[in-house]
């Protein structure tokens, strides 16, 4: 291609990034798009504290399986073709989401969306490596889609804290078939036809890692007993065997093993992994706690967390001119450092979280962190395979992206739950039935009060007020101590990858 040739395609792949970033944005924003909005389900659908956890985690966690046999699907019969079907998926899910007459019909939905979201973000992430061969345009373009990944999450309750108040929970779904349609219209209009690879497609394959990751992913984000979780999780780890196994024995693989034996590749996976299960995991918990404790509406708790919102943006913009300069490596332990510094505000308990100046610094460092964290492990992962390749790399990013994000809602949910129990000092004079209700969290603990008398009932909230402050800060500091840790073992490599 010609270097004026080259020039139009970048030019016109540049408008394309806004079509794809859309698409990312709402697969981003339905995985936390129900925090704020839970409450107001809750009552209309009455699920169980078991399905409540369901309905937000089985998004990602359907998703998660489905990422690698997606977008190695992408690189062999088409991204666009691919793309689109994703899209078409995800709008009619969403809808069945809107109009669920019950909590079996919504779960069910939910999954559908899953699977929509698993077709869309890998193919998304691995046409920046065909729109954007040129690195430093490349990175921009990735930083931009990372970032909007990122805050998505974020954002997803800011906007269902809206929504709700204006419409109710059902708005939350109902904004995407619009958003979906433009973008079916526009990728068929202006993405351009990719030809069918010339790698086979291992079918079985597709159904070891499936089987593997969806194994792992029940056992992560499994809220019953424990001996389910662990037979699962024994069961995908021996698929994810059988996998590496044929992995190495087919030619071509569905996956190249070589991907992780790269600089950098490692760390970046981890990076990603650890980014979304605390973006996600500690999202939810911030909302929960601006609304239990600090009594704020559902669209003020979300405003609050346009600082974290605004710090990834910025740090999105950025990290490419950081990355050129710095390497990947070396910025993704400076994202792990600043989330580390800024969630010593939140583990430091009630008095920096009642500060609106260090709650605020506190959300801008994570942002900021999380941003080049993310940023630098995405470019790693993608600079790492050639383009024909590039959805096996994307799909390795975004089963860490989702693993993440169910390991985050129902890892840190259950530690915070757990403290939260075990710190509620319940006042005397409270029925068994309203302890026991108590107990099963904050927002439960509202209900618990409302049928006992003043001085009792404002005792049990006060006491759950604490002992919810007292969960978020004992997550908080162990989500500090791992990006510690994540910084100290992920040592600069001494050939960078891209």
């Not at 609106?356 to 992962?381: E, K």
Request: hydrophobic share 55%; proline share 6%; net charge positive.
């Amino acid at each position: 291609m010609t270097t004026a040739r080259a020039e139009r395609a970048v030019d016109r792949a540049w408008p394309l990034l806004a079509v794809l970033g859309a698409g990312l944005f709402l697969v981003a924003v339905d995985a936390t798009v129900l925090h704020v909005a839970l409450p107001d389900l809750v009552r209309q659908l009455r699920p169980d504290a078991v399905a409540q956890v369901w309905i937000v985690a089985i998004y990602p966690l359907t998703a998660a399986p489905l990422l690698l046999p997606f977008g190695t699907l992408g690189d062999r019969y088409g991204r666009r073709r691919v793309l689109v079907t994703g899209y078409v998926v995800f709008g009619i899910a969403s809808l069945g989401c809107a109009f669920a007459p019950n909590v079996p019909v919504l779960l069910g939905s939910r999954a559908v969306l899953g699977c929509g979201g698993a077709m869309i973000m890998p193919v998304t992430m691995s046409l920046l490596r065909e729109l954007f061969p040129e690195q430093r345009q490349r990175r921009t373009a990735i930083a931009v889609c990372s970032g909007i990944a990122g805050t998505g999450s974020v954002f997803g309750p800011i906007l269902g804290g809206v929504l709700v108040e204006t419409w109710g929970w059902r708005a939350t779904f109902l904004l995407n078939p619009p958003v979906i349609v433009a973008a079916v219209v526009l990728a068929l209009r202006w993405l351009p036809r990719t030809p069918p690879g010339r790698r086979s497609w291992d079918a079985l394959s597709a159904v070891l890692s499936a089987g593997g990751v969806l194994g792992i992913a029940f056992a992560i984000g499994h809220p019953g007993s424990w001996p389910p979780a662990v037979v699962s999780g024994l069961l995908g780890c021996v698929l994810i065997g059988l996998f590496v196994r044929r992995q190495r024995r087919t030619d071509p693989p569905l996956l190249d093993l070589a991907l992780f034996r790269l600089p950098g590749v490692r760390a970046a996976v981890g990076g990603v992994l650890l980014v979304m299960s605390t973006l996600v995991g500690l999202g939810l918990l911030f909302a929960q706690y601006l609304q239990v404790v600090l009594g704020l509406s559902p669209t003020e708790a979300a405003a609050r967390l346009l600082l974290v919102l605004g710090a990834s943006a910025v740090g999105s913009v950025v990290t490419p001119s950081l990355l050129g300069r710095f390497g990947n490596a070396r910025i993704r332990r400076a994202g792990f450092a600043v989330a580390a510094v800024s969630l010593l505000v939140p583990a430091a308990g009630s008095a920096a979280l009642t500060s609106p100046v260090l709650l605020g610094a506190g959300l801008t460092g994570l942002g900021l962190g999380m941003a080049l964290a993310l940023t630098s492990s995405t470019d790693t992962l993608l600079s790492a395979t050639s383009a024909d390749q590039a959805g096996g790399a994307a799909a390795v990013e975004k089963t860490g992206y989702e693993l993440g994000a169910g390991f985050g809602t129902t890892v840190f949910g259950s530690l915070a739950a757990v403290v939260y129990a075990g710190h509620l000092a319940i006042p005397a004079g409270v029925p068994e039935t309203a302890r026991q209700l108590a107990l099963s969290g904050p927002a439960q603990a509202e209900t618990a009060a409302s049928g006992l008398p003043s001085q009792v009932a404002g005792e049990l909230l006060d006491a759950a007020r604490a002992a919810c402050t007292t969960g978020l800060q004992v997550s908080a500091a162990v989500a500090c101590g791992l990006f510690l840790v994540a910084m100290f073992f992920s040592g600069v490599p001494r050939q960078r990858v891209g």
